[in-house]
């Protein structure tokens, strides 16, 4: 436990000198502090996770984030309704980061394509490289890129709740876009179910000081009214770990 801690306190070390390189150096990472400001560089953590004989994923969850099966945990819950069931040919993923959802969800299934949007440079790299996904210019909030009802598969884990109201609103009507009819919708939002007063609570002595632009929360019912005006409909939902508490997971699916 002693050099796993020290490991991760020299790598958020490095992550700070790597703040003074350009923005797409580094990815953000919604850590068990719930800071936005606490980066993950790319080639400290690639390497240390080698070092450990880990899968960056694996890494990331078990040293850096000191979650150990969180990721899994939530692909599990998704093979357990069935996202997976119909062997999507085209999955889109909406900041991947470091790839750990994206690595666990190619072990459940073999699209032909694989598209994502990711704003940091090396780590979409790593991820074309790695996986042989294929990377799609971004801008932040648009989609633009991918063709209409298009895509099998959308998803977007650990996302939502960095960003602003707007931004994911405007991802929303995206997601829905480019999904074609009988297609899912996966993405997780820090909803009032997620924030009972003990987890208010939980956030406000225990987050990260100097974060107060994380955690982004988001109305549930304003995320499912929105996708049944855009023919989505709410099929399952089911609470994540994230940070010091939860966030919860919608699944959607479009209708014909």
């Known amino acids: 436990m002693g050099a796993a801690s020290n490991g991760t306190s020299a790598l958020k070390s490095g992550a700070k000198r790597l703040l ?10 919604t850590n068990n502090l719930g800071g936005v400001d606490d980066f993950i560089p790319f080639e400290a953590t690639t390497r240390a996770a080698r070092a450990a004989g880990l899968s960056v994923a ?24 069935g996202v997976f069931a ?3 040919n085209t999955v889109l993923e909406i900041g991947p980061g470091s790839g750990r959802y994206l690595e666990k969800t190619l072990k459940e299934c073999s699209p032909e394509r694989y598209e994502i949007y990711e704003t940091a440079g090396p780590w979409a790299n790593y991820l074309v ?21 298009s895509i099998d598969l959308v998803q977007a884990h650990k996302v939502f709740n960095t960003v602003t109201f707007l931004c994911a609103s405007r991802y929303f009507f995206e997601m829905a876009r ?14 009032e ?28 019912q ?16 089911f609470r994540a770990p994230m940070g010091v508490a939860t966030t919860e997971v919608l699944v959607f699916t479009k209708g014909a």
């Open 178 to 191: 480019v999904t074609r009819p009988g297609g899912r919708i996966v993405f997780d939002v820090m909803t």
């Open 129 to 149: 490289d790695t996986f042989g996904v294929v990377a799609q210019p971004t801008a932040g909030s648009s989609l633009a890129p991918t063709p209409d009802a």
């Open 222 to 237: 304003t995320c499912v009214d929105l996708f049944a005006t855009l023919g989505c409909s709410l099929k399952a939902s």
């Open 20 to 29: 003074g390189r350009a923005g797409f150096d580094i990815v953000r990472s």
């Open 86 to 88: 119909a062997s999507p």
């Open 58 to 81: 694996d890494y990331i969850d078990e040293v850096m984030n000191g979650t150990p099966g969180a990721t899994q945990s939530t692909i599990d819950e998704l093979r357990a309704l």
């Open 193 to 220: 179910t997620c924030l009972d007063p003990d987890a208010v609570r939980t956030w406000a002595t225990q987050g990260g000081a100097g974060h107060d632009s994380y955690p982004a929360a988001m109305p549930r």
